[in-house]
């Protein structure tokens, strides 16, 4: 059967009491976190409508969070178990609604902050038109600045390579088996077995994910971002799940503001920097203030001198004074920001995008009575929250790698920064020439599709209206490969020491793997790693 309404008949009394026992609501709450819940928080989303409410897990869970929910669904079966869910793991009272997506106005009233259509339920619609008079509907429900939140199993990866799943999201329950009994373009056959022998089935429409991602634009969704197993990007993985999240408010192009949500590669970085394995890991192996490669003299010196050594070279090409207004794309935990001010008096302004970070650098800058000279802000370099010919020198250290689009990042720099002015910064990057196949490996660790590369930045730089300054860019390969086998040492000497106990394992197997990485890639010659000096002339002076 290729038929959206045929799912209600699936559904049957027997087989909606055995859902819970193959969602497992304990091991699924913990395989996906508070994802969600911190998803809807961080765009200050207070009502929900749960499209897809099934037997109640995402409903309760948000009741449970403090979101003013709606519970609907198709089937009277699923909805009458939910609301008991609701009463026994909480005393939730569902407000639960039997409704068809197509005609969803017609059966809920009132307009929603988010609406979440979880469950990989998306696919039980075969017509396409049908597709969009649901996602139009979502639509509708949704405030002016509503966001829609859609989830589905990756059928690419079924359609293409044939089925496989980790067994850990969504349907997590030990004791039944989950596979496609059928698969062709047009439909996927389910299988349910249970411990008891009783087998069910579910027709699934095969959703592709850039098919998904298309039709929720051509609906009028604005910004669509997709994550793979609640992480932003998936790139050489296989995710057993796609996540969906579409705004529905509208954005001038080049005018996102600076409260808008970042950019997908922007969001992996401030989502990575702002965990607590990656804040911990940084601030006691790394370099404590300055988490950015170093100029060694000596391969067995401290990190922390080598990084600063970083700093202190870089600043020496400035001339600053006083009166001199730096900004910092990416400051980190502010070390540059606090040697710069206490060292030349500058004001410095410092841009970054974890508040994680953003917060241990305004107590470091407090405790040095540095407050008056630095501005910590939080935002991306993508869109300086300045305006134009505002500053005397962009600062940066090795933080353009996580920019998704580094021509915005250069053009913004050109913005903000007043003729005659300075960009210095650092870059870990790809060598001229280097095929991209060869850095995958290093590519998907940190999420990204391609590098930088001198050749780049100069290029863009040029058109920029930027020259160099002696020869524009102070290549030191070396110390790239220096430092990373430095932090990987480092990593292990404090990991036999006990910093296992205050990271995750599964980080520190991680690091260590993308660490060596880095360092087999600076040996083989296809990364590399320095000092670019350029000064603005101002617009129309680029070629």
């Known amino acids: 059967m290729r038929e959206t309404g045929h799912y209600t008949e699936e559904y049957v009394p027997s087989f909606v009491e055995k859902w819970d026992a193959l969602i497992d609501w304990e091991k699924r709450a913990e395989s996906e976190g508070d994802f969600f819940i911190d998803l809807l928080r961080r765009r200050g989303v207070k009502s929900v409508l749960d499209v897809a409410t099934g037997t109640g897990f995402h409903s309760v869970r948000l009741l449970a969070a403090g979101f003013d929910t709606t519970s609907a669904d198709g089937s009277a079966e699923m909805l009458a178990v939910a609301f ?10 569902l407000r639960v609604v039997h409704a068809d997506w197509r005609w969803l106005n017609r059966d809920v009233h009132g307009e929603f902050d988010a609406v979440v259509c979880l469950g990989n339920s998306f696919t039980h619609i075969f017509s396409e038109r049908d597709r969009r008079r649901a996602l139009a509907e979502f639509y509708g429900m949704l405030k002016h600045d509503g966001v829609l939140v859609l989830d589905q199993r990756n059928y690419d990866a079924i359609l293409d390579d044939g089925y496989t799943s980790r067994h850990k999201y969504y349907y997590c329950g030990e004791d039944v088996s989950v596979e496609p009994e059928y698969v062709d373009d047009g439909l996927v056959r389910m299988r349910y077995h249970f411990p008891d022998d009783s087998v069910y089935h579910l027709n699934m429409y095969p959703l592709r994910k850039d098919y998904t991602r298309r039709l929720m634009a051509e609906v009028g969704f604005q910004h669509i971002e997709t994550y793979g197993d609640f992480q932003h990007t998936y790139r050489g993985e296989q995710p057993d799940f796609f996540v969906h999240v579409a705004e529905k408010a509208y954005r001038r192009e080049g005018a996102l503001g600076a409260d808008a949500p970042y950019s997908g590669a922007a969001t992996v970085a401030r989502d990575y920097y702002n965990s607590s394995d990656a804040d911990t890991f940084y601030a006691r192996v790394w370099g404590g203030e300055d988490i950015h490669i170093g100029l060694y003299e000596d391969p067995r010196e401290p990190i922390a001198e080598a990084s600063r050594r970083t700093v202190r070279h870089m600043a020496a090409k400035l001339g600053l004074t006083p009166e001199s207004l730096v900004l910092d794309l990416g400051s980190g935990y502010g070390g540059s920001a606090r040697f710069l001010a206490e060292t030349y008096g500058c004001r410095v302004l410092a841009l970054n995008l974890s508040e994680v970070e953003n917060r241990r650098h305004r107590a470091l800058n407090a405790a040095r009575g540095l407050s008056d000279r630095i501005e910590v802000v939080d935002g991306s370099f993508e869109d300086i929250p300045y305006p134009d010919d505002q500053v005397d020198v962009i600062w940066s250290q090795d933080a353009f790698l996580h920019s998704g689009s580094r021509t915005r990042v250069l053009e913004e720099a050109a913005r903000v920064l007043r003729p005659g002015g300075h960009l210095v910064f ?9 095929p991209a196949d060869v850095l995958r490996p290093i590519l998907d660790r940190i999420h990204l599709d391609a590098m930088g590369s001198p050749g780049f930045y100069a290029r863009e730089l040029a058109r920029l209206g930027f020259t160099p300054v002696t020869d524009g860019f102070e290549e030191h390969r070396e110390h790239l490969v220096t430092h ?19 990271v995750s394992e599964a980080y520190l197997t991680a690091m260590k793997a993308g660490l060596t990485r880095w360092v087999d890639g600076g040996r083989d010659g296809h990364l590399t790693w320095g000092i670019f000096h350029y ?7 680029g070629s």
């Open 84 to 93: 008991e869910n609701g009463m026994k793991k909480g005393d939730h009272v």
């Open 426 to 434: 650092t870059d870990p990057m790809a060598t001229d020439g280097c």
């Open 484 to 502: 990373y086998a430095r932090v990987r040492e480092e990593t292990e000497r404090q990991e036999a020491r006990g910093l296992a106990d205050e």
């Open 535 to 541: 000064r603005y002339e101002g617009r129309g002076s």
